[in-house]
């Protein structure tokens, strides 16, 4: 949660990748966030995540991908802020990835 009241994202979009269980994402809403990507790499979990996005009514803001991080075609300063709770350990070129993403 400290984390998140850190993003200067007050009503701008902001990503989670590696969004395990969706927590993070919900939180981003409450603290502010206009919507939230959510990137997540395991298929079982995405569904379960889903789920949970729908039944508070925030898949219109939280929008769930599946993604290849690498491969996402991102339109530059499209995102406000990102955040990764335990996923940076997952990508091999940090560098890369914070190219795309920013």
């Known amino acids: ?5 850190l993003l200067p994202a007050q009503d701008q979009a902001v990503l989670d990748t590696g969004c395990g269980n969706g927590l993070n994402a919900v939180m981003a ?3 502010g ?7 997540e790499s ?3 979990r ?3 995540v889903q789920f949970l996005f729908e ?6 803001r939280i929008c769930l991908v599946l993604p290849v991080i690498l ?15 335990e996923f940076l350990e997952h990508i091999f070129d940090p560098a890369e990835y914070y190219g795309r993403v920013f």
């Open 55 to 60: 039944s508070p009514g925030l898949s219109d």
């Open 1 to 5: 949660m400290r984390v998140l009241n």
């Open 29 to 31: 809403i409450a603290c």
């Open 71 to 85: 491969k996402m075609d991102l339109t530059p300063s499209c995102i406000a802020a990102a955040y990764s709770i």
């Open 46 to 48: 995405c569904k379960l």
């Open 33 to 39: 966030a206009r919507e939230v990507y959510a990137l």
């Open 42 to 44: 395991d298929p079982n």
